[in-house]
């Protein structure tokens, strides 16, 4: 006897000619019997379908930039007069240091290396001073602020 062998496709061939499982072109056709993967499918065509709109009018543009790279030069009235500041702290860094400076009516400024100041530039910053440079019709003054110690109570 000479031994046949069956694979699934001639089983499935077999079912379909007897009935007892519709067509593969049936599956296909049927409306209520889809796959999860064609109904995600569906669910991704219906999002890729969808279009935006953003309403611009009245609103400020979202990609506009915060630092639009305009400065304004300061004038002197806004530079502190060291004259009448005082030395509130001094910030010290491996790369960096700057003092805290408070002029008399309280209005505070950081300084550093450099900045002007009313009348001049700072020349230096210690631990516990601030020293700068002033000149005023054409003499040179050094003025030095030190930091205040704490009074123990």
């Known amino acids: 006897m000479k031994r046949m062998r069956v694979t699934p496709f001639l089983i499935l061939a ?8 519709p067509a593969p072109d049936a599956v296909a056709q049927d ?7 064609q109904e995600a499918g569906a669910r991704l065509n219906a999002v890729r379908a969808n279009e935006f709109f953003y ?14 790279g305009r400065y304004e030069q300061s004038n002197s009235g806004e530079l502190v007069d060291v004259n009448s500041a005082r030395l509130v702290g001094v910030m010290w860094g491996d790369d960096d240091q700057f003092a805290l400076v408070e002029n008399g009516d309280g209005f ?14 700072v020349v230096s910053i210690r631990k516990d001073k601030l020293t700068a440079r002033l000149t005023l019709y ?3 003054n050094t003025v030095v602020l030190k930091l205040e110690k704490p009074e123990a109570k």
């Open 14 to 21: 077999a079912l379909v000619a007897l009935n007892l499982v």
């Open 31 to 37: 409306a209520d019997a889809t796959s999860p993967s």
């Open 55 to 68: 309403q611009s009018y009245g609103k400020s543009d979202p990609f506009y930039s915060l630092v639009n």
């Open 108 to 121: 505070g400024y950081i300084l550093r290396v450099g900045d002007r100041v009313a009348n001049g530039r």
């Open 138 to 140: 054409g003499i040179s």
